[in-house]
């Protein structure tokens, strides 16, 4: 009798022990699962690498002209939402206009080649393609606004993309006036 109460009290014990080494494993998991390690110095490298940014702020179309290698003809008057106007160019051929303003933004593109220089990689509802000025432009959007339109002359390609759309009508003036 006394052989099997020993036996049933070093049960219990070995329990306990067992709980309390499963429960120490648990702790050790959930710390290690959310440390968060340091660079060991300021020089060594990070893990998240960023591509620089290949755009150079210019003061002035012809300074963005003299970066990309070739000129950019605009509409002659910014939208009348616009408050800020941003032009940007790259050595590799390419000039940015960004106009902001009253959440709206318009970014009209120029670059060397006949690729879609866009960047606008959403889906949208509708895609047709339209003729402004013997260019074949493509132009993509939802219900009656385009919200991005491409084309290319052969040497250069060109779009313009608006984050609030623009009515046919409204879009294909700016398409003719941009060279």
Known sequence: MLFREITAERMIEMK?????????????????????????????????????NPFTSCETMADAEKIAGFSLTMPEHAPDWAAETTIRATRSGMIEVVHLGNGNEMRIRKATGNEDISGDYSAYQNSAEIS??????????????????????????????????????DITPLISSID
Not at 29 to 35: K, Q, R
Request: net charge negative; charged share 15%.
């Open 16 to 52: 306990k022990l067992i709980v309390l080494g499963v429960c120490a494993a648990m702790a050790f998991s959930m710390a290690a699962c959310t440390s968060k390690t340091e660079p060991s110095s300021a020089t060594e490298p990070s893990s998240q690498m960023q591509l620089p």
């Open 132 to 169: 402004v000025n013997d260019a074949n432009v493509q132009v993509k959007g939802n219900e009656e606004k385009i919200y991005l339109a491409t084309w290319s002359n052969g040497t250069y390609s060109y779009s313009i993309s608006v984050n609030s759309g623009l009515t046919q009508e």
